[in-house]
């Protein structure tokens, strides 16, 4: 199963960002994908959760009303779209999913098997 994420960069604090997850292999829209992210020196925390087949999303505190997690259409990728970025979201993002079908999603990385190698987001004037 792999991961790979793509999108993230540089901006300045109050922009935007969209980052993308895709699956070579396998469909999305039949198992959850979560966004998380780690900081540095920090513990790796979940953002934002979908599994598309049920219509279920599912957002951490600190991304309600900022983030938006979708499944592209004609597309194999789940994209989490970034607005209003703050100093603070700054960290390494990666996507990521169960071994297991599921009709809920959660943002606890214990339930997640397989990880993408992360994309850098840095929030900086």
């Known amino acids: 199963v792999q991961l790979v994420e793509s999108g993230g960069g540089l901006v300045q604090p109050g922009g935007s960002l969209r980052l993308s997850c895709a699956a070579p292999g396998f469909t999305l829209d039949y198992y959850a994908i979560g966004w998380f992210r780690q900081a540095p020196g920090k513990e790796r925390e979940g953002v934002s959760c979908i599994i598309h087949r049920y219509g279920f999303t599912y957002y951490a505190d600190s991304a309600k009303g900022r983030f938006t997690i979708s499944r592209d259409n004609g597309k194999n990728t789940v994209s989490l779209q970034m607005n209003s970025l703050e100093p603070e979201d700054t960290a390494v993002y990666y996507c990521?999913?169960?071994?297991?079908?599921?009709?809920?999603?959660?943002?606890?990385?214990?339930?997640?098997?397989?990880w993408g190698q992360g994309t850098q987001v840095t929030v900086s004037s």
């Open positions: 990521a999913r169960p071994a297991r079908f599921s009709t809920v999603c959660s943002l606890r990385t214990s339930e997640y098997d397989y």
